[in-house]
């Protein structure tokens, strides 16, 4: 375990804006794919992926579906109000973030298409709890009213083919305001050549918070606290992460967000189980030094500078190889974040 100290300024690099991609690659599996390890570099395409995996091994993949979180209306004053949905807790009652010139007060009200109507109820730390009325429910005002909510560092409006390039070809399960990036290079080609390969698939839900885009912070990262993010682990999945390891295969999560699940799941695991099943919250904050009870091996895009996701990755594969890793893809043009291209890690 390691037992230095870190800054936040260890997790840092410089990076070219141009480097940053502001739409996808022309086809899923058409990114490119780099393979960092200790004895060098190996610059490959996402669709070389099933010769990189073993007959045995186990893909697990977050099927949370991206929801057109993003909202605007204006107040009873006449000011106008940006909402973004964080999370829907019953069918009219939500919290979101607020961008407004003056935040609405409890009581205020926020008015919407479609003559929906928002009711500011309360502050909860960054969040503001709303209740809806003039409309079935908030998922219904997202899909016919909402935005798709690119990230912050997309400079175009999101359009019909973000809609459809913004979310995994899995996705079913409707809650995020953020896509699992990594899971966005793959298409059924792909997932019928890994098959053949035998490696299986299961799948588990979390729903990427606006949290994830949220800068440390503070220079101590041990001060930094995380957002909480909604996450839930089929019966299924969890039966075929403990076969897997049973028979020595390897556990590969696609993206950040399913390890954090994974390992989240593992921390609370009772006896006899390898995760555990079902629901949950989940603050966890993986950093140098952490212990990897499920994942072996990780597909990820590249992450913003002094990020949180820097640092997992970072406690996944080795401080000193991601950095060397990170400045390889800088020298050699990849494409950085959502649209970008991807990395295969190993457990360090």
């Known amino acids: 375990m390691s037992t230095r100290r ?4 260890d997790f840092d690099f410089a990076l070219p804006a141009e480097l940053i991609a502001q739409f996808p690659a022309a086809e899923r599996a058409g990114s490119r794919l780099l393979v960092p390890a200790a004895d060098g570099m190996r610059d490959l395409a996402f669709r070389d992926l099933p010769q990189l995996l073993s007959p045995g091994d186990l ?4 099927q949370t579906r991206v929801v057109k979180a993003r909202l605007f209306g204006t107040k009873d004053t006449g000011g106008k109000v940006e909402l973004l949905i964080e999370r829907v807790l019953e069918p009219r009652l939500a919290l979101a973030h607020i961008r407004a010139s003056h935040a609405p007060r409890p009581g205020a009200r926020i008015h919407l298409a479609g003559g929906a109507v928002a009711e500011v109820v309360e502050k909860r730390d960054a969040l503001t709890l709303l209740r809806l009325a003039g409309t079935a429910s908030v998922f219904d005002l997202m899909e016919a009213h909402g ?10 409006p999101a359009t019909a083919d973000d809609e459809a390039r913004y979310q995994t070809v899995y996705a079913s399960t409707p809650g995020a305001v953020a896509a ?9 080609a792909l997932f019928a050549a890994l098959a053949e390969r035998g490696i299986a698939r299961a799948a588990l839900t979390l729903h990427v918070g606006a ?5 440390v912070r503070v220079t101590d990262i041990a001060a930094h606290v995380m957002h909480s993010e909604w996450y839930e682990i089929p019966e299924a999945t969890a039966a075929a992460i403990e076969a897997t390891r049973a028979a020595g295969g390897r556990i590969v999560a696609v993206g950040t967000t399913t390890l954090r699940a994974l390992e989240a799941a593992a921390a609370r695991a009772g006896p006899g189980e390898l995760v555990a ?8 904050f993986i950093t140098p030094g952490f212990t990897f009870r499920v994942v072996d091996r990780l597909i990820t895009n590249f ?7 820097m640092m997992l990755v970072s406690a996944f594969a080795g401080h000193d190889l991601i950095r060397s890793a990170y400045a390889h893809a800088v020298r050699a043009r990849y494409r950085f974040f959502s649209y970008g291209d991807a990395m295969l890690l190993a457990r360090a």
């Open 6 to 9: 870190y800054t936040i300024e």
């Open 59 to 62: 893909l697990v993949v977050n």
């Open 147 to 156: 935005a798709l909510p690119l990230p912050p560092y997309i400079a175009h």
């Open 180 to 188: 699992p990036t990594a899971g966005l290079h793959f298409d059924a």
């Open 211 to 215: 949290g994830t885009f949220q800068p």
């Open 277 to 284: 099943r079902g629901a949950d919250e989940t603050r966890i």
């Open 303 to 309: 992450h913003l500078p002094k990020s949180t996701l």
